[in-house]
């Protein structure tokens, strides 16, 4: 017989203690212009992937996202992809009071690395609960994670644009590496570029 029992204690299945990081690749991009150019934008499947990232990391998600950070856009059009990867999922996200950073220039990986850990202290413009969600150009990604800790970070394949790096406390590894999973492109009744 229990003399003494415990009050139950209801739990989201989104708490934790820290935050976990999930640093992403922007949508697939158009093809290049005549003069061997990048195109800027995204293509079509590009913008399907960040329609899609609504459902991947919304709010009835498990990734409990609570702040998306962005390589910031230049005023040329230039270097927008990552922001457009993730305006739909940040739009969505916004009626619950989910910050959007996109201040921060490309190689400027010491500042992504202190908006994390002034997020992950508390501290700051930016504050809340939750995860955190980076969208980067591939080829900085590797430099961010060994910006925020990561000893070991691989280089992000040049031909993916679906691969999560989870990061977990105390953020010194890559913890893991899974697709986004996006409906129409990652299970394989699109084909992805």
Not at 35 to 53: C, H, K, M, Y
Request: hydrophobic share 30%; proline share 9%.
């Amino acid at each position: 017989m229990v003399t003494n029992p415990q009050p139950v204690v209801a739990v989201s299945p989104h708490a934790h203690d820290t935050p976990i990081l999930y640093l992403i690749r922007h949508g697939e991009k158009p093809p290049k212009e005549a003069d061997g150019e990048d195109s800027p934008g995204l293509s079509a499947q590009g913008i399907s992937r960040a329609q899609g990232l609504v459902q991947v990391f919304g709010h009835d998600s498990p990734y409990d996202i609570g702040y998306i950070i962005a390589q910031k856009p230049k005023t040329d059009g230039k270097e927008t992809r990552p922001f457009l990867t993730v305006q739909p999922l940040a739009e969505s996200l916004k009626q619950y009071n989910v910050p959007f950073n996109s201040h921060i220039e490309r190689d400027h990986v010491d500042k992504v690395a202190d908006a994390v850990h002034k997020y992950i202290k508390g501290e700051g413009d930016y504050v809340g609960k939750g995860n955190v969600l980076i969208c980067w150009e591939h080829q900085t990604l590797e430099k961010i994670a060994k910006a925020i800790g990561v000893e070991d970070a691989p280089e992000y394949p040049g031909d993916r644009f679906d691969l999560i790096w989870t990061i977990k406390a105390p953020y010194n590894k890559i913890d893991s590496i899974t697709s986004e999973n996006v409906p129409g492109l990652d299970d394989h009744s699109g084909t992805p570029t």
